[in-house]
């Protein structure tokens, strides 16, 4: 009997035991949990935003040649308020889903041909306001330069589309040259009108401020004898040719580099607003020389550009601004080049 009630106590003590130490398992269990799902609840730090943009540039090659795009940033500005039929180009730009004021890509293009480094226009530089360290939405393209590898003393030549803030504005900072080993290659019939004294004295105060930034940045390379003029078309350098492209100012031009085959097309100012203009090629803007003329020239180019199957280059499409024609009964489309790592065309 006394065996049976020791037996009894022994299991009964036993079940104790297990039940306590399941409590205890389960009791840490419990606290670790809690501890686990606390440590979830409690808010991590937030990541700050970077805030910055990748460097500017885009590199292909065009035959042997290669061919850098180097951004100066964007300006943006209400394309509606200045650019003839309003509506239309306020009704294409919803189409497109782009909201106004539209931000401008100021795009340049570096060519290298392996005898000669050649830039075709200089961004805004100063003239928009924006300082040279990256902090404004222009005023980019000396750092863009120098993240692509190469530095403003190595360029030849500058070859300007025309002369006109966001082109020719990037050639000089307070009254020095930039590019300090580069001659400088216009049209003669820009360097004529805007850097003439004369025809500042005679043209409405709604040029004037071109005219003084003309002089500003174009004249310290005509004092150092830097300053090459040219007259319609002809080539400058081995696979560097010049198309009359007049209207936008007396001496708007475009280039036509072409090496082993290949060609890109880099006509400046001939599209401001692609949602719109592509469509209507007789969509002008206020700052045309000759509205007329400008048109016709656009047409010309378009219509060039679409039956050569020209690469083109554009200096206010988004960056890099390459692409080529499509041609229909409807007026023109942009093909947008696609994105290359090798960047082979």
């Given at each position: ?163 006109h803030g966001e082109h020719s504005g990037g050639l000089s900072a307070g009254g020095k040259r930039l590019f300090t080993n580069a001659e400088v290659y216009v049209d003669n019939n820009d360097a004529n009108y805007w850097l003439s004294i004369a025809q500042a004295n005679a043209a409405p105060a709604a040029k004037q ?137």
């Open positions: 009997m006394k065996n049976n009630t020791a037996t009894k106590l022994r299991l009964i003590t036993k079940a104790i035991t297990i039940m306590l130490g399941s409590f205890a398992s389960a009791l840490a269990m419990w606290s670790m949990m809690q501890t686990q799902a606390q440590a979830e609840t409690t808010a991590k730090p937030a990541v700050p935003m970077a805030k910055f943009q990748a460097p500017g540039f885009y590199r292909m090659m065009l035959g042997s040649f290669e061919v850098t795009v180097l951004s100066d940033g964007t300006a943006s500005r209400h394309v509606d308020e200045i650019m003839s039929k309003p509506e239309d180009v306020r009704a294409a730009y919803a189409h497109h889903h782009e909201e106004l004021p539209a931000e401008l890509s100021i795009n340049t293009y570096l060519i290298n041909t392996g005898s000669k480094l050649l830039l075709v226009d200089t961004g805004a530089g100063e003239l928009f306001g924006a300082a040279s360290d990256g902090s404004g939405s222009s005023n980019r393209l000396i750092r863009n330069l120098r993240a692509a590898g190469y530095q403003p003393e190595q360029v030849d030549a500058v070859l300007l589309t025309h002369i401020l071109t005219f003084t930034q003309s002089r500003a940045t174009v004249n310290p390379y005509a004092d150092a004898g830097r300053l090459k003029t040219f007259s319609g078309a002809q080539e400058l350098f081995a696979g560097v040719s010049t198309i009359s492209s007049y209207g936008h100012t007396p001496g708007h031009t475009a280039y036509l580099i072409s090496s082993q085959g290949k060609s890109l097309l880099l006509w400046g100012d001939v599209i401001h607003a692609g949602a719109a203009q592509f469509k209507d090629p007789t969509i002008t803007i206020a700052y045309d020389f000759d509205a007329a003329a400008a048109v016709n020239s656009r047409q010309h180019l378009l219509q060039l550009a679409a039956s050569k199957g020209y690469l083109v280059g554009s200096a206010h499409i988004s960056f890099p601004g390459l692409g080529h024609i499509s041609s229909s009964p409807a007026g023109y489309e942009w093909l947008t080049a696609p994105y290359q790592i090798q960047g082979t065309y």
